[in-house]
């Protein structure tokens, strides 16, 4: 297991540009990444999103830190949205709007004496 914990540490390195020694702390927090079922391949994949996310401005760089990292249920929470696959919402087609038909001066003048029939008639009822 050391060996594996001292290769992770070492990919952890390299991916993210880092140099932090490997304390007797620090190799059981990698313990129980993997005691948890976690790999190197996860890792990167969780390194990976979060340096992307880091760039687009929506985590900060102290997410890349060791002991952020290495927290089980974090880590965990990366790993499976880094895994999220978004889709863009279908854009459904807006149906073709057909244009009223025109009105004519006839019809225009009804519809104005009949609205304004019932706006009397709203005023008379309401004492207005």
Known sequence: MIGRIQQAHALYGRLTGQRVSLRFDRERLWYELFQAGFD??????????????????????????LSNLLQIDRFEE?????RVQLYAPRVSKPAPSTPAPS?????????????LEILAKFRAEHGM
């Open 40 to 65: 190197e391949t996860d890792l990167q994949r969780v390194i990976r999103y979060l340096q992307r996310e880091i760039r687009e401005g929506r985590r900060n760089v102290g997410a890349l830190k």
């Open 78 to 82: 990366d790993l499976n949205i880094s």
């Open 103 to 115: 009105l004519t001066a006839e019809q225009t003048e009804a519809g104005r004496q009949r609205a």
